[in-house]
């Protein structure tokens, strides 16, 4: 299994032009995330999805949208970047608990982004 | 807002010493969990406690966690200079936000 895959690791964007984040997981984990980790601090919750076809926002949504066609895929499209989206991203996911909450989450190895 | 916070920021010990971080939340908790990241590297999963137990032990770690007082501690014991990193608890809310949340973690250094 490959786990958690993130595309590209590293990434130079101008101000105002836009791309997508790729994750993907092979591991059926109905729960998939993405955060960012700006330096010296915990990550924060940008969106999340707990199935196909759901999706919800975190702690920072702004300027940020996801989508999930499929269990696999989970990725995040920046839509006019900002300097202020100069971050590490990270892509997780895990399996549901069910009433009892969340499983262990996967970690990708993170894509470095910069917006000059 | 970040649900867990750890204490202390940053933490410096001697290798074989033991190492204790702590992590409050603000509020009812299924799970909580405690992750390590290597500088620059992904989140790696150390233990998960579920909100109905109060100590778990894996190898070194030992986890507690006392839901009155909404807090968690991760205690490294005879700790090695291969443990330096940062170390996050994160926890899903049992009402509210169905997510997990992460605080700012603590940063432990390891002298050989």
């Known amino acids: 299994n490959a786990g958690v895959t993130q595309t590209p690791k590293f990434q130079v964007l101008k101000t105002g032009q836009s791309m997508t984040l790729q994750c993907a997981q092979d591991?059926?984990?109905?729960?998939m995330s993405w955060y960012r980790q700006d330096p010296g601090m915990g990550l924060r919750l940008i969106h999340y999805s707990v199935g196909a076809g759901i999706t919800d926002q975190g702690e920072v949504p702004n300027g940020y949208n996801v989508s999930r066609s499929t269990t696999e895929d989970f990725p995040l499209r920046l839509l006019s970047a900002a300097p202020s989206q100069t971050s590490v991203y990270f892509c997780?996911?895990?399996?549901?608990?069910?009433?009892?909450?969340?499983?262990?989450?996967?970690f990708g190895p993170g894509t470095r982004l910069t917006v000059l | 807002s970040q649900q867990g916070e750890e204490d202390p920021q940053a933490l410096s010990i001697q290798e074989g010493e033991n190492a204790t971080m702590n992590c409050s939340y603000k509020?009812?908790?299924?799970?909580l969990q405690w992750y390590r990241q290597n500088s620059g590297r992904g989140l790696v999963h150390l233990i998960l406690?579920?909100?109905?137990?109060r100590e778990k032990h894996s190898g070194r770690l030992r986890v507690t966690l006392d839901t009155s007082k909404k807090s968690s501690s991760l205690l490294i014991t005879a700790s090695r200079a291969a443990d330096t990193a940062s170390y996050f608890c994160a926890t899903d809310a049992r009402w509210g936000n169905n997510d997990m949340r992460f605080g700012a973690g603590t940063r432990l250094t390891v002298k050989p």
């Open positions: 509020t009812s908790i299924n799970n």
């Open positions: 406690i579920r909100s109905n137990e």
């Open positions: 997780a996911s895990s399996a549901l608990g069910g009433a009892g909450g969340y499983n262990e989450q996967f």
């Open positions: 591991m059926n984990h109905e729960y």
